[in-house]
């Protein structure tokens, strides 16, 4: 088990990538500290327990630096040291037209989705360098390169989450810390498995790999940069997406295109 005894901490872990990531390491020996605004953040940890991980859950909004600082002070004095963090806590609040998108809805996604990672790297990155090793792990999008049809505070948010990401790499790297960014596509989550049959047909038509992916497949991704064989990987963007940020307009099947010669 390759993070036995690591503690982690994991945002927005209540549902989706983030719990699935949670057992995953959960699985892997680490132990875990979940923060998330929902309280089904206890069953996660609960979930972790059962498999036999360390596991405590806090309820904290991760747009308020203050409750951030606070959390992180009471997980290192009842937990110890944090050696690997992942920010995968992220909401899809507002879906509108650019010209009517609400200000204050605007400021709540950066808030969440840019302004979260920020408190908790700038609360937990410092104790990393000190120590000569640590491991952080943006959660961004595909849609922090494509852009989403009515959906510009989150994909601006995203977008910014990897000029965050560089810049901790270059601040931390030579004190062994190492942040790198991963962007899912269509992944198999809650919300996706909720949308119209049509726009996730859509969705698997523009992925080479014809299918939606896996939030367990996502979670393997972040506990590879999470541990000692990744660190010369720094400061970089892992698409995890099937393939569909490519182009992937193409004139009949994909067999069909083999088959060409």
């Known amino acids: 088990m390759q993070h036995t005894g690591r503690l982690v901490l994991i945002t927005g872990p209540a549902t989706g990538i983030g719990r699935a990531t949670a057992l995953r390491f959960a699985r892997e020996g680490a132990r875990l500290a979940l923060f998330d605004r929902q309280s089904a953040v206890e069953q996660t940890a609960a979930d972790a327990r ?23 002070a009471q997980v290192c004095a009842s937990l110890g040291e944090i050696a690997c963090l992942v920010n995968g806590a992220g ?22 989705n840019l302004g979260g990672p920020f408190n908790l790297v700038r609360a937990v990155a410092p104790g990393m360098a000190d120590r000569g090793w640590g491991r952080i792990v943006n959660i961004s999008s595909v849609t922090a390169r494509g852009g989403l049809a009515l959906q510009a505070g989150y994909a601006a948010s995203k977008a910014g989450l990897l000029g965050l990401t560089r810049n901790v790499a270059l601040e931390f790297g030579s004190d062994g810390v190492t942040c790198n960014a991963i ?49 010369y990987i720094n400061g970089a963007d892992i698409d995890i997406s099937g393939g569909s940020h490519l182009n992937t307009l193409v004139l009949g099947s994909q067999k069909e295109n083999r088959d060409k010669g």
């Open 91 to 112: 909401i899809v609040d507002h879906i509108a037209p650019l010209a009517k998108m609400k200000p204050e809805a605007w400021a709540r996604e950066i808030g969440v």
């Open 183 to 231: 962007l899912p596509g269509l992944i198999g989550t809650e919300k996706v498995q909720a949308m119209p049959p049509r726009i996730i047909e859509a969705g698997i038509a523009a992925t080479p790999a014809r299918r939606v992916g896996t939030m367990e497949e996502v979670g393997a991704l972040i506990s590879f940069l999470c541990c000692d064989e990744a660190g």
């Open 50 to 72: 059962n498999i036999g991980a360390e596991a405590r859950a806090w309820i904290v909004d991760v747009s308020d630096a203050t409750a951030v600082d606070a959390a992180v």
